[in-house]
């Protein structure tokens, strides 16, 4: 027997790892059908949670056999599981195509809309979590012979499956899903499955069933109800949490994979306490009440542990004399806390550490609920099935009902802080029920439930948690910038929140600057004086839109302030619609925000979309709108990738009209250089006729066009009469280098950075929906984990490729070409923040190393150049210049031009370390010890012995 349990329990293991990853998988997959709106993800979710528990309930009363063990069963069960595993992707093929063909029939109807993806979600889940639910109730029932053993076997082998699911969790978020793939993640887990359940088979094909005739089913009472309310808390608190660490970071995945990993372990845990508890004889009624009355005591003062753990990389910084901090040139970090290595530490260690704080203690007590139950309620070996069966049924719609009513009603309707309470005040009332009904004389549990309460009531007296999680651990406190001239900084202020079914959106207010803000992200910025980059970003389709006419239907993609799609509204189109998911950015906008973006939201041209963006657009007529322009959050945000693919890319081409253009964001101090690349050449795979367009000082935007375009330059100077309308853009320039107005042709016409020439050499992956790329890196992800905001833009920018002015004229009618030199310098000039040269310059020292001039004054000029293509961060031809600074005039050694080559060094050297070790090294092979080659050597050992120390604080060096 025990040799058949410890098989059974590796198996149960495995089993709980492979249902895990199905579930990572297939629930995002299905959301690429039906959408990521709030109902969509409600349809998903309670599809796959019903199956479950229907498997649980008729597996649990049925399916017995007289001369085969359920074991046999349970192996059987797990070959199913993996033949549809195999058979997933060519099935969610078959549920989209239904779905596409009923969409225009129930679209106008939400009752219908709902039967229809639940329906089609139902059918699809339906064989796999039918199966997945009956596995319990069949180990149970082969494995548990012993009247005494009951509840703490029952309880041992939930655990076991649980911790299997921590496993599939860990294992599919770090590598199965980057490596193989969404379907090859589905195939290789339904290779699994098939294996286990030969495995099952071939090992209990001789076993005889323990209990062949089911014992009368004794009545569940009181049991039933604490089930479903157990299931219910779990993942009430569960959902409470996610929106609770939506408020600390931008969700990535590694949050989301921690988040559920410490969560399952958690139950896991509380279930194999129960199990040694009920081995030295206490009660399981008595766990499961003290259990539940802890609860809230610990979930609603564990909440502030986030902080406790730092291990995120900081610049290394220098004090000014304004009292402030300046970062380091070589943009070296120092990490607060260091373990294992920089990138575990980011990916692994920390979000690991920082949610099991919050998390990790009130849902082990929360673990305790089903195996304790299922202690309590049955009698004997032959009811085990049965009940494990009705209980784990009730547990799993508990689940699904707190999903939805913990998502959809409780925040939106009480807040986080409203959600806490109601979640802590239904923890102790079911404690009390189970204190009342079976432990009356259970002293630990009453002492409990005065903690609970006193919990509960000094919780709702304090200050609302979303407000205090925003103000001093969220948004508004990263906001300060260490690095700002003035160090006397204050936090913003927070002016409205508003707690919605998917996001918590909330206004901040500093310094005439207002901030629209979901979670973690800033979605949009008012400058009350400043440049207002987002409305000039809303002329870009339009300024640059084909040919004389104007574009007549346009579709605005994820609202934020509305300033970039309400610039639309000032030239006479036809009808605007506006897409997005969060109904609360929605109110906000129309509520605040009306004076800054054209009132659209009361516009008449104007129709509201509460859906998810690449739902209506795949769900949109073929050639429905003139322009498509898109404001999506940051491209690494967990499950944004689907944005960015080139499945999408298909189908907003579909719906683009011929002549039409499409506009998304590309925010280069949310991306690295390689991200940037890869979301570049997948959006020209699709659209060839691609441009990179600057509207800000770091906000950039990419224009495609289903053909080529040509761009009326009239029609160009005609609509920025219109621009120059728009608020505070009067007499405004890019920067004090530039000659013309912002609203002028002379400087909309240099804000093409890149043109289809250089877009089409670009060497970088395709995005598809399948892999996610962005999520998980591309393989300079550290430099995102290392840097945002300025200096991941500057890294970023330099980076992309770049047109001559000259070869853009060719898409200007009449052509261009005469005055691209004015272009190129005027461009060069609204590119400061990126330390671009001026092309001026640039020509006059080039002039210098044609051979006319001596050699010490060509040798300065190559070093001049090597200086300004090193600030704007060129390394390649840094040194390429200086190499020929050094062939003209090898002996150079005054301080000045040994203190250029020196910043060729020091200039970012965190970023390009092993770039400037191999450009030195060839220094040092062709000119040996000249002075310059030897104070850069100097200067790069420096650094390198800096770097070492750094690495010698991590374990894995």
């Known amino acids: 027997m025990r040799s058949t349990l410890a098989l059974a329990s590796i198996l149960f293991f495995c089993s709980g790892a492979l249902g895990l990853s199905y579930e990572l998988v297939w629930i995002r997959k299905a959301g690429l059908v039906v959408g990521a709106s709030h109902i969509a993800i409600a349809t998903v979710l309670t599809s796959f949670f019903v199956g479950l528990a229907f498997g649980s309930r008729i597996v649990g009363r049925y399916l017995r056999s007289k001369h085969r063990s359920p074991l046999l069963l349970y192996g059987l069960f797990e070959l199913g599981i ?100 969404w379907n090859g993640t589905s195939v290789v887990a339904g290779c699994g499955n098939l294996a286990l359940g030969t495995v099952a088979a071939l090992a209990f094909l001789r076993h005889s069933p323990p209990n062949a005739v089911a014992a009368p089913e004794s009545p569940l009472g009181i049991l039933g109800g604490v089930a479903f309310g157990s299931g219910m808390l779990a993942i009430g608190f569960q959902v409470g949490w996610a929106r609770y660490f939506s408020l600390l970071e931008v ?119 089903l195996p304790a139950l299922i202690a309590t309620a049955t009698r004997a070996s032959t009811e085990l099935r049965s009940t494990s069966g009705r209980l784990a049924f009730w547990s799993t719609l508990g689940s699904s009902a707190g999903a939805f009513a913990t998502g959809y009603l409780l925040l939106p309707l009480t807040g986080l802080h409203g959600t806490w309470i109601i979640l802590g005040t239904g923890a102790l009332l079911l404690a009390l029920v189970v204190q009342v009904k079976f432990a009356p004389t259970n002293v630990p549990g009453w002492i409990a439930s005065a903690a609970g309460g006193i919990a509960v009531v000094a919780f709702a007296a304090s200050e609302d948690l979303t407000t205090s999680t925003i103000t001093k651990l969220g948004l508004a406190r990263r906001t300060v910038n260490r690095f700002a001239p003035k160090p006397d900084q204050q936090q913003p202020r927070l002016v409205e929140v508003v707690e919605g079914p998917l996001t918590t959106s909330f206004v901040l207010n500093k310094d005439g600057k207002t901030q629209l803000c979901s979670g973690f992200v800033s979605m949009a910025t008012i400058h009350e004086e400043g440049i207002p980059g987002q409305v000039v970003q809303g002329h870009l389709p339009v300024l640059f839109y084909p040919g004389k006419k104007l574009p007549s239907h346009c579709l605005g993609v994820c609202l934020g302030s509305g300033q970039s799609f309400g610039a639309l509204l000032a030239y006479p189109i036809d009808s605007l619609d506006v897409v997005d998911i969060s109904r609360s950015i929605v109110d906000l906008t129309r509520r605040r925000f009306g004076a800054y973006n054209h009132d659209l939201g009361r516009d008449p041209r104007v129709t509201f979309h509460l859906d998810d963006g690449r739902h209506f657009i795949q769900r949109a007529h073929a050639g429905s709108y003139d322009v498509i322009s898109m404001e999506p959050p940051p491209p690494r945000a967990d499950g944004v990738h689907t944005l960015y693919s080139v499945e999408f890319y298909r189908a907003v081409r579909r719906a683009l009209a011929p002549g039409g253009v499409f506009m998304q964001w590309l925010p280069l101090y949310r991306v690295t250089p390689n991200d940037a690349r890869a979301i570049l050449a997948t959006q020209v795979s699709v659209f060839p006729q691609s441009f990179v367009v600057r509207q800000g000082n770091e906000d950039f935007m990419v224009l495609s066009y289903p053909r080529r375009p040509t761009f009326d330059l009239r029609a160009i100077i005609e609509r920025c009469k ?81 047109s001559s002015m000259l070869s853009l004229a060719d898409y200007l009618d009449p052509p261009f070409h005469a005055s691209a030199p004015n272009a190129e310098h005027e461009r060069a000039a609204s590119l400061d923040f990126f330390n671009v040269a001026d092309p001026g310059e640039v020509l006059r020292l080039r002039v210098r190393l044609t051979g006319l001039f001596k050699k010490p004054v060509a040798a300065n000029a190559a070093l001049r150049l090597a200086e300004l293509h090193d600030d704007e961060l060129d390394k390649a031809r840094a040194f390429s210049e200086l190499h020929r600074a050094l062939e003209l005039e090898p002996g150079m050694h005054e301080p000045a031009q040994i203190r250029i080559a020196n910043k060729l060094v020091l200039n970012h050297f965190a970023v390009y370390a092993t770039q400037i070790h191999a450009a030195v090294q060839n220094l040092e092979r062709t000119f040996g010890d000249r002075p310059v080659v030897t104070a850069m050597r100097a200067q790069l050992d420096a650094l390198q012995q800096r770097e070492k120390l750094r690495h010698n604080r991590y374990l894995l060096r």
């Open 251 to 369: 969700g990535s995945v590694w949050t989301t994979a921690s988040l559920l990993a410490v969560f399952l372990a958690a139950l896991a845990t509380g279930s194999l306490i129960v199990a040694a508890l009920l081995r030295y004889g206490i009660a399981p009624v008595t766990v499961l009440a003290t259990a539940l009355a802890l609860v809230p005591a610990l979930a609603m003062h564990t909440m502030w542990c986030w902080d406790w753990v730092d291990f995120s990389p900081q610049i290394a910084a220098l004090a000014t004399e304004q009292g402030g901090w300046r970062a380091l040139e070589s943009l070296e970090v120092q990490p607060k806390s260091a373990l294992l290595s920089e990138r575990l530490d980011m990916i692994l260690t920390s979000p690991l550490l920082k949610v099991g704080l919050v998390v990790f203690l009130p849902a082990m007590l929360l673990g305790v609920g």
């Open 722 to 802: 219109t621009l120059a309308k728009e608020r505070n853009l009067a007499g405004k320039r890019w920067s004090p280098r530039c000659r013309f107005d912002i609203a002028t042709f002379q400087a909309v016409v240099p804000l093409l950075i890149a043109g289809p020439d250089a877009l089409a050499k670009l060497d970088a992956p395709v995005l598809t929906d399948d892999r996610q790329h962005l999520g998980y890196g591309l393989g300079d992800s550290w430099l995102h984990l290392r840097y945002q905001g300025r200096f991941l833009s500057r890294i970023t920018f330099a980076a992309l490729p770049k």
């Open 82 to 181: 993996g033949a549809f595993a195999l058979a997933f992707p060519l099935l969610f093929d078959l549920v989209e195509s239904a779905y596409g063909a009923l969409y225009p029939i129930v679209a106008d109807s939400t009752v219908l809309l709902f039967g229809t993806r639940f329906a089609l979600l139902f059918l699809l889940f339906l064989p796999p979590t039918f199966l997945m639910g009956g596995t319990l109730p069949l180990l149970l029932d082969g494995l548990v012979t012993r009247d005494d053993t009951i509840g703490a076997k029952a309880s041992l082998l939930y655990g076991i499956n649980v911790f299997g699911a921590v496993a599939g969790v860990v294992v599919t978020a770090y590598w199965a899903i980057p490596a193989l793939g």
